[in-house]
């Protein structure tokens, strides 16, 4: 396919100088850092927050309207940073962002939260696109490794500190300053940013695809809710599931219609004729499947199947965490120093692919010492793919679309996440309802009414310290027998979750296998050591 005559203006073509970078760059990550610290920091404080503004039964409303909002504007971000330049919608993204977290330390019910959470990702949807965009534009393709892979190395640090973090503040200055803590590192953000940042806009005028944009807003929303809802609020075949997808569908086919011959669509559907920009999607998606999937799971088999205690779930993924910013900081230099990725691709997927096979070989005798090398392998695999792929598909097109690929990019990862928590939640449950039927003991169901066997069917109230000691103190009440039938009646249940795990590991791990399959696909074009245009030959 032909790429649209647009011709670099010369603001776009002037890099800034290099000690202008030295200031770009932190404001950069320090945005980065914000959205992704609030997705790990807010989770500690929820406990809190319901306590005092009650509602709990909107609860996953609080991430729900987040994750909305964030992802259906990736894409309309992205098109129009290409058009009217990066900093004056970083800087909108980062002002929302702000104001919307001001407002949710504010809130004062459930209501409110969850529509300034909605706004918080309104403005959060701008910051991963347009930063990792901006750092496109400020270096040639193989320059951007070594800074790429430290932008990635962000959401493995966030992990790590998130939730340790979110629980401090909470716990010392109450669950509001979780939010009012963006303020100052935002500002600080916004001051460098907005001084230093030039501005890196194309030369000629534009028309919006205003259509285009509202009919992916109206398609992707109904299918977000579906997958988040699916297997949880409702069952996968209700009417409510179904009618969902059915409004997606529609709504989605009217914008592949409409995009296709619209002069600049919002997300131009002809790019995925070019042979890199396909199979690199697909494998980023994949990919994002299986890591979000391992990043919902793992805690659960470390806590309730072997028992370790952690102060937060997300204490358990350290090890996972410091090898994915090992990964993604070293993975970047080599791609730097090399010039070259389809070797690297390869490789560190493949690592992927082997740790989560790893993963699904654990059960209840596996060891703290096998739990933390299954995870190492695994964040060695992922933490190089995150900026590896954004680069190759940054170079398979000309700077003046850096914007619309790199946003395709992270939005089809954002659904992807959706999409790999929903189903792998439903292998999980269906799986650990039917193992748990067939391991139960004659003894715990005739000690135990079958209403009440019911409610051990979620998994998440063994992660519950109080949940357990409730259980213990209703088993003494049955004297020695009431012990010998809680220990038989929770050895059946670690079993029955530790097997019902290994399916899902078994399922990212075929997720992964075909990750491979994408990468092996994707053509070796070495990277440009200037931000000119790539080789026509690539079809774009």
């Keep these: 396919m032909e790429a649209q005559a647009i011709a670099p203006s010369t603001e776009r073509e002037q890099a800034p100088e290099r000690h202008r970078l030295a200031l770009i760059l932190p404001g950069l990550l320090l945005g980065m850092l914000l959205a992704a610290l609030d997705q790990t920091i807010v989770g500690t404080a929820m406990p809190r927050v319901i306590a005092e503004l009650q509602g709990l039964e909107h609860y996953a409303w609080v991430f729900t309207a987040y994750m909305l909002a964030s992802t259906v504007t990736v894409p309309l971000y992205g098109k129009l940073s290409d058009i009217y330049g990066r900093r004056t919608f970083f800087l909108f993204g980062m002002v929302v962002f702000l104001i919307g977290s001001a407002l949710s330390g504010m809130s004062q019910s459930m209501t409110q939260l969850i529509l300034f959470r909605a706004l918080q990702g309104l403005g959060g949807g701008a910051l991963f696109p347009i930063a990792i965009a901006i750092v496109g534009d400020l270096f040639p393709p193989a320059e951007r490794g070594k800074w790429q892979g430290l932008f990635a190395a962000v959401f493995g640090f966030s992990a790590i500190v998130g939730p340790s973090l979110g629980g401090w503040i909470t716990d010392h200055w109450g669950w509001r300053w979780v939010f009012y803590v963006n303020m100052p590192i935002g500002l600080l953000a916004l001051l460098t940013t907005g001084l230093t940042m030039p501005k890196l806009a194309s030369g000629r005028q534009h028309r919006i695809d205003y259509l285009g944009a509202a009919l992916l807003v109206a398609g992707v929303t109904p299918m977000l809710l579906a997958f988040s809802w699916a297997g949880t609020e409702y069952p996968w075949g209700s009417a409510q599931i179904i009618g969902l997808f ?63 205690t952690a102060t937060n779930s997300g204490a358990v993924l350290t090890p996972m965490m410091l090898a994915f910013v090992f990964s993604s900081v070293v993975g970047g230099q080599i791609l730097s120093r090399t010039g070259r990725y389809k070797a690297l691709a390869i490789g560190t997927v493949a690592i992927a692919t082997l740790g989560m096979y790893l993963l699904s070989r654990m059960d209840v005798t596996t060891t703290n010492a096998t739990v933390v090398r299954n995870m190492i392998v695994l964040g060695l695999g992922i933490g190089t793919t995150m900026s590896l792929f954004t680069i190759v598909i ?114 990212g791990t075929l997720i992964m296998a075909l990750a491979l399959l994408c990468t092996l696909l994707i053509p070796e074009v070495p990277l440009r050591r200037s931000n000119t245009r790539p080789p026509a030959a690539l079809g774009h």
């Design 246 to 308: 059915a409004v997606s569908v529609v709504f989605l086919a009217l914008f592949t219609v409409i995009e296709l011959r619209a002069p600049e669509p919002i997300l131009d559907l002809r790019l995925f004729k070019n042979r890199i920009y396909t199979p690199t999607l697909l494998a980023a998606f994949l990919i994002a499947i299986g890591m979000f999937g391992t990043i919902l799971y793992l805690p659960l088999f470390v806590q309730a199947v072997l028992g370790r």
């Design 394 to 507: 940054q170079n398979a097109f000309p700077p003046e679309r850096l914007g619309e690929v790199t946003s395709a990019l992270t939005f089809f990862r954002s659904i992807g996440g959706t999409v790999g928590a929903a189903i792998l939640g439903t292998v999980m449950t269906n799986r650990f309802q039917s193992e748990l039927t067939a391991r139960i003991p004659d003894q715990v169901r005739a000690l135990i009414p079958a209403d009440r066997l019911a409610t051990l069917e979620n998994p998440q109230v063994f992660m519950s310290p109080e949940a357990m000691q409730r259980m213990h103190e209703q088993a003494a009440a049955f004297g020695p027998q009431g012990q010998q039938v809680l220990e038989m009646l929770l050895g059946a249940i670690r079993t029955a979750l530790a097997t019902a795990l290994d399916h899902v590991f078994l399922a």
